[in-house]
């Protein structure tokens, strides 16, 4: 007999993404367009938390608002929870402490593993938004060491102006010439750059790219949330338990 166990509202969508409140568009490989993701996501938007607030301002300032929509998500279902917005790190060990499900608030949380895994005398340099705003706090909130390389998108065409800004209309093409630059200037400024994370979730579509320029491996929110997906749901591989090759446990004799 089979039985299934309740408890939940809704089934089948076990992660919930944290979302600021905006309006400027949003194309495929962005963590705010639902047709990014490989399964399916519950959203909350966190009303009056805007990209001028988050990013150019204390996001700490907000955890309650924050906090509130992380456990409406879990009430609504939600194994695992995660966010819109790499300075989100700065309130990960707030949202941990407030939900009874794991949270991955940022795309910064990588960089201790990717450091990990490079030859020595590599490391990680990161791509922001919002190199002047990106402070010591949200790094070390993340574990990430203070001296790792940053290069921001702020002088570039388009990229941190209209995003920050909640521009209605965004020129995507001129986003990915300003992502192409700031990658070239990471490697450029440091040649002992051995992969990179890309902070901002709205940089993900632009992730090949970069690839492509710098030859090293690019982490995005996108590759985080899969991985942490796949945790919270993992994938079920065919076995036939009276295989002769398998013992009554399941075990490989």
Known sequence: MLFCHGGKTVYGANLGVLMLETKFPRI????????TWPFPVQYRVVRSATPELVVR?????????????????????????????????IVQDKLAEAVPVPVAASSLMQIPMVQ???????????????????TSAHLAAADVPADTPI??????????????????????????LD???????????HADIGAIVLECTNMTPYAADVR?????????????????????????????????????AGEPR
């Open 28 to 35: 495929p490989g962005d963590m705010g367009n639902a047709t």
């Open 57 to 89: 301002n204390d996001a700490r300032d907000l955890v309650g608002l924050f906090i509130d929509a992380a456990k409406d998500l879990v009430a609504s279902g939600c194994d695992g929870i995660t966010t819109n917005c790499g300075f989100l790190s």
């Open 116 to 134: 990990a895994m490079l030859p020595a005398g590599k490391r990680v340099g990161i791509l922001t938004i919002s190199k002047e705003t990106l």
């Open 151 to 176: 290069v921001g998108t702020e002088g570039g065409r388009v990229f941190t102006r209209d995003i920050l800004g909640d521009a209605p209309e965004i020129d995507f093409a001129a986003c990915r």
């Open 179 to 189: 992502m192409l630059d700031a990658a070239r200037q990471l490697v450029t400024e």
């Open 212 to 248: 492509k320029l710098t030859g090293l491996p690019v982490f995005s929110i996108y590759n985080f949330v899969n991985w942490f997906h796949q945790a919270l749901v993992p994938d079920r591989f065919p076995v036939e338990l009276d295989d002769p090759l398998f013992g009554l």
